[in-house]
């Protein structure tokens, strides 16, 4: 078990070496240069040229590249282009707001969508299930900006039972966090959810045919135990599965939550930093995020002998 | 918008028993706005972007400045000038301070002008005939020329687009192109460093130590008294967020407010929307005389004959009551207002005279790589109207979008269009900074270190140098009138038309000052 | 999903395709969405003759009309005409699912059959794939496109070079699990040439998945599409599609929501079908799937 963890854990690294190496030539090979938007509006030949001395611009791709990480393993991003602020506190000051954002999304959806997709197993085949279904493949197929805006109009423009835009942290109380994030986590929650009730029903179906869960039925364990105890149990793998690979849906989702509700977060900070070239932020923002997959999958991998015994390595 | 109302008067209605339950604490006063971009240059030196001046309005002072009629006042410092023109004195008032505690010096003042004279094109053009510019002593500072500058303390004091900001010489000792790192002047506000946060806000303290002029404020002139504790700067990408916010409450201005979206505020009398400033903006195309096909003035007299400005500013700006037709390069309604060449913009084009002028010239079908930014709110109606003006005409358009950092990239190269240069694209202008010849810009005619498209223009120059040593009022009409003539001929420019994009306040907000630079000194924000 | 049940291989691809579309076989709702899809196909593919304007055509002075009875959904922030760009929007949109499918399929099931197939390759390119897979999508999708400027083949290739690795993914368990089959195991002994065997051996194995795969592939690349636009890192205006329409409608959501909800209703029903369909292909081509689902 123990050799297995470990041996889980090396093999996150040669992964993250080649994103770094993926991240690095991304921004290095294809056309736009650093110097210039560093240099500003009416910046001569000369003031570019030493600019790009400065930066390093000039030195062979594997120097650049060994200087790099090399900062980066020392914790120093670089600081940003555009406004000169470090990197590392540009981001550091926009976590909180994804990361409460992602948490609050992940318990709306994880509550609504486990006993939707639970019932819908339960009733296989009955207008219930039907109608779960229906729910789940239409919330892969609207795009998540509409899902916002029509959220928006209705709620806080139309009703104006919500403010229509901004962040609260969590400090500042539950009531304002909630008041101001309820509609950007709905709105995030729409495509995890059918993710997560379309993977509980299928791992459900599976179980319920199981041998032990008719032996349960049959011994008059009550119908709410089986379901909730029992066979959810068993389906703990596939969802958890499911909930890891669904970060990077959550990624997609929160560049597009936080542009339309106005949310200081590292989704915004991206878009903004990809469309100004700020080259050192969108590298530490890909390496980052790309850090955090890999970390959550590698957890969920590990996780797995817990909610399963059967799996052993 | 009734519910809208409702909301407010119930937000009003829980303000006014807070206030009675806290006993008329004194509570801070805030005021939030959503400015026209996001700060993130700090440097007013380094850039020509709006905001970055916005910014420097707040934290720094200048030695004079405009008034509400343009005249020149002193701010910092009385000035005076010899009679013979040639040397300047600036004596600095009592009771100025930087925000570090540090009294304003005549050696700061030395600093900051040198640094803002290697980059601004004004100031470049003062610092070719300076003879000396030196401190005399703590007050006193005397700049003398070796020649005669007509427009010396309109340059000195103009509000746009970089204005002489005086910053302690430590920091204005930063090479003029690398970016200061620090945010210290002696300006009614302080900058909060802590709660910058580029791409989300900024934020500003009223500086408790700054003494205001006693005369009443006008223009950028007179007493900067400020009347509230905080100013934040928020920044909203979508404008639609921003209406929301204005009207939830949230935010207390807006201070470019999209004219297609000014219908969702009416019959809200919490909200009042109005031009801010006389004077706003002129939009603009600009040619590059480097590459075919627009080094051929012929042809470049063919795209000017081909645009219309009402179908552009129309797309730009919505409704005929915020954009004006106007072929004025130095501004409709101003002192140099001349219209001359530019009969054709200013009614519907003529596409006819385009097309006989494009044969003449043997415009073989060279594609004209047009420039289009597809996230600038301001900026990216006008190619798109455009290139359909030019197709009409004859033209082979390639319009080619892009970022608003990739076209600031790309407009620096001076490469043939294939690769990865450009023909043409377009800019806005604040009309004070292209009021007169020696401001704006699009005039200069000095080859490759003139600005973006490079026009070598010797004429243009001498009529410039013409324009500078005019000694009377009409002397200086007489030469504005020739430049405008000869810019149209050679199309130095094509311009496309002034439009002014008003702001949408909350009513709480009162006696904010007209002027096209916002500026928040003066304003007051009363309890709901 | 991708152990094939070898009874259901046995039977042509063809014939297990067709049984999805009758509605006796699977149900009503692939069945609608098929009826769905070939009305949006329809629209789209004769835009030019149902465009009641030129989609390009611009009338600065007309703008944000509501609709009429001379411009049916009303007209944009060029006052160019709503449903005419919609339609032809639908166009574009729809070549750009199709495009992005056919060349990650194209690429995945390549790299994918190398993987499987050469056990030295396989260790880096599925690490390089585990990499791929660790960057969120739209995070290198914007950044592709932003990079390497909006052209529509910048847009396919920023779509698709996200999808590449779960193709690879799939092309290669399937692989791996041929390649014990006796009949590939036999070629291998006879020596048949490398090319032979992936080829003519390996490749019509990963078909039927490649199949369903393809479709959710068009599906999401229409949505990605859409979200870049959104983003501001889309194709030029200049050519209309779902998205940048879209996009363009934003900032006048709350004066004519039209511009977002029609477009936006023609992609839903467009990308759902596309979904239902790969559902339905899903479960007619792997009939284990189809036991435990449907």
């Known amino acids: 078990m123990l050799s297995y963890i470990f041996k889980r854990v090396l093999s996150v690294v040669p992964v993250l070496f080649l994103v770094s190496v993926f991240v690095f030539l991304m921004l290095r090979l294809t056309p736009g240069d650093p110097a210039a938007i560093l240099a500003g509006d009416n910046a001569t030949p000369e003031t570019l040229q030493r600019i790009r001395d400065a930066m390093g611009l000039n030195e062979p791709l594997l120097t650049q590249y060994v200087k790099w990480i090399a900062g980066i393993l020392r914790g120093d991003f670089g600081t940003s282009l555009i406004s000169g602020v470090e990197v590392l506190d540009l981001v550091a000051k926009r976590v909180g707001p994804s990361i409460s954002l992602a948490v609050l999304t992940i318990i709306i959806a994880v509550l609504v969508a486990i006993p939707m997709g639970v019932i819908a197993a339960w009733k296989h085949r009955s207008w219930v299930d039907y109608l779960v279904m229906s729910f789940s493949v239409l919330g892969f197929s609207v795009p998540v900006f509409l899902v916002g805006y029509v959220l928006l109009l209705v709620f806080s423009v139309k009703l104006g039972w919500l403010p229509p835009q901004g962040f609260k942290p969590l400090s500042a109380g539950i009531a304002p966090f909630l008041e101001r994030a309820i509609l950007p986590a709905l709105t995030l929650a729409s495509i995890y959810i059918a993710l997560i009730a379309r993977m509980t029903r299928a791992a459900m179906l599976d179980v319920l045919n199981e041998d032990y869960i008719r032996t349960a039925r049959a011994k008059g364990v009550g119908e709410r135990r089986i379901l909730f105890v029992h066979a959810l149990k068993n389906a703990a793998v596939p969802i958890a599965t499911i909930v890891g690979a669904g970060f990077a849906l959550l990624i997609s989702g929160v560049v597009v939550t936080e542009t339309i509700f106005n949310i200081p977060g590292i989704g915004r900070l991206t878009v903004d930093a990809v469309l100004a070239r700020d080259y050192p932020v969108i590298q530490a923002l890909i390496l980052l995020t790309a850090s955090v997959y890999v970390a959550i999958n590698l957890l969920i991998d590990l996780s797995y002998s817990l909610f399963d015994p059967r799996i052993r390595y | ?528 | 999903m991708t152990n094939i049940d070898r009874s259901a291989a046995d039977k042509p691809l063809a014939l297990r395709l067709l049984s999805m579309v009758s509605p006796a076989q699977t149900g009503l709702a692939p069945f609608i969405a098929a009826i769905m899809l070939l009305a949006v196909i329809l629209l789209t593919i004769f835009s030019p003759q149902i465009a009641t304007h030129d989609p390009l055509a611009m009338d600065p002075l007309m703008r944000l009309k509501p609709p009429s009875e001379a411009h049916l959904l009303g007209t944009d922030g060029y006052g160019r005409d709503l449903f005419s760009r919609m339609i032809l929007g639908g166009r574009i949109s729809l070549l750009i699912g199709i495009c992005a499918a056919v060349v990650a399929l194209g690429l995945g099931v390549l790299i994918g059959l190398v993987a499987g197939y050469f056990r030295l390759a396989d260790a880096i390119i599925m690490r390089a794939m585990d990499a791929l897979m660790a960057m969120p999508s739209i995070l290198i999708a914007i950044g592709l496109v932003a990079l390497n400027g909006p052209s529509i083949g910048s847009v396919i290739m920023a779509i698709t070079i996200p999808e590449v690795p779960r193709v690879v993914r799939l092309v290669r368990s399937v692989v791996l699990t041929a390649r014990e089959e006796p009949y590939v195991e036999a070629a291998m002994a006879l020596g048949s040439s490398t090319p032979k065997i992936l080829f003519q051996h390996l490749l019509p194995n990963t078909m039927a998945p490649m199949i369903v795969q393809g479709t959710y592939i068009i599906a999401s690349a229409i949505l990605t599409e859409a979200l870049l636009s959104f983003l501001g890192a889309g194709i030029s205006t200049e050519i209309p599609t779902w998205g940048n329409i879209m996009a363009e409608g934003r900032q006048y959501f709350r004066i004519n929501p039209g511009i977002i909800l029609w477009p936006g209703l023609l992609l839903t029903i467009c990308v759902l079908s596309i979904n239902l369909i790969g559902d339905a292909a899903r479960d007619a081509l792997d009939p284990r799937m189809k036991k435990r689902q449907a």
Request: overall charge negative; glycine content about 8%.
């Open chain 2, 1 to 528: 918008m009734t519910h809208s109302k409702t909301l407010s008067m119930k937000a009003g209605l829980f303000a006014s028993v807070f206030a009675l339950a806290a006993g008329g604490a004194l509570a801070e006063t805030t005021v939030t706005a959503v400015m026209h971009s996001d700060l993130r240059v700090l440097d007013p030196v380094i850039t020509t972007a709006h905001i970055t001046r916005d910014h420097a309005y707040m934290i720094y002072d200048v030695l004079v400045a405009e008034d509400e009629t343009g005249k020149i006042q002193p701010q910092m410092a009385d000035v005076t000038a010899s009679d013979d023109g040639l040397t300047y004195t600036f004596t600095l008032r009592d009771g100025l301070k930087f925000h570090d505690g540090a009294p304003v010096t005549g050696a700061d003042v030395v600093a900051s002008l040198q640094r803002w004279g290697k980059r601004d094109t004004g100031g470049q053009m003062i610092m070719d005939v300076t003879a000396s510019l030196e401190a005399k002593d703590d007050k006193t500072v005397v700049w003398a020329l070796s020649a005669p500058f007509g427009p010396f303390l309109e340059t000195v004091g103009k509000q746009s687009a970089l204005p002489p900001f005086i910053m302690p010489a430590r920091i204005a000792q930063t090479p003029a192109d690398q970016a200061i790192q620090e945010h210290i002047g002696s300006g009614p506000f302080k900058f909060v460093t802590e709660e910058f946060q580029p791409g989300v806000g900024a934020t500003y303290v009223k500086n408790e130590e700054y003494v205001p002029r006693s005369e009443p404020a006008s223009g950028y002139a007179g007493g900067k008294v400020v009347n509230v504790d905080k100013v934040r700067w928020l920044t909203m990408p979508d404008s639609q967020t921003a209406v929301n916010a204005l009207q939830s409450g949230d935010i207390d201005l807006i201070e470019s407010m999209p004219v297609d979206l000014i219908p969702l505020l009416e019959g809200d009398d919490t909200v009042a929307v109005e031009k801010r400033a006389a004077f706003g903006f002129q939009t603009m195309g600009r040619m590059n005389f480097k590459h075919p096909p627009f080094d051929n003035p012929k042809i470049r007299q063919a795209a000017l004959l081909a645009m219309s400005q009402e179908p552009v500013l129309a797309a730009l700006t919505a409704s005929p009551e915020y954009y004006q037709v106007c072929g004025a390069i130095f501004g409709c309604g101003t002192r140099l207002e001349s219209t001359t060449g530019t009969e054709t913009l200013t009614a519907a084009g003529n596409p006819e005279a385009a097309k006989k002028l494009l044969e003449e010239a043997g415009y073989d079908g060279t594609p004209v790589v047009l420039m289009q930014p597809t996230e600038a709110p301001t900026l990216k109606a006008q190619p798109v109207v455009a290139a359909q003006q030019l197709r009409a005409a004859g033209f082979n358009v390639d319009m080619q979008p892009m970022d608003w950092q990739t076209l600031v990239t790309r407009r620096a190269s001076m490469e043939a269009p294939a690769n990865g240069g450009w023909n043409m694209f377009f800019t806005n202008w604040q009309m004070s900074e292209v009021a007169n010849p020696v401001i704006s810009v699009m005039l200069n005619g000095r080859g490759d270190t003139a600005w973006f498209g490079w026009p070598d223009d010797p004429k243009i120059e001498e009529l410039r140098k013409e324009f500078i040593a005019a000694a009377t009022p009409e002397a200086q009409k007489a030469a504005a009138d020739k430049i405008q003539a000869h810019a149209m001929e050679t199309v130095s420019y094509v311009p496309l038309g002034e439009y002014n994009f008003p702001q949408a306040r909350r009513t709480v907000l009162t006696d904010m000052a007209p002027t096209p630079v916002p500026v928040f000194w003066g304003l007051k924000k009363s309890e709901e």
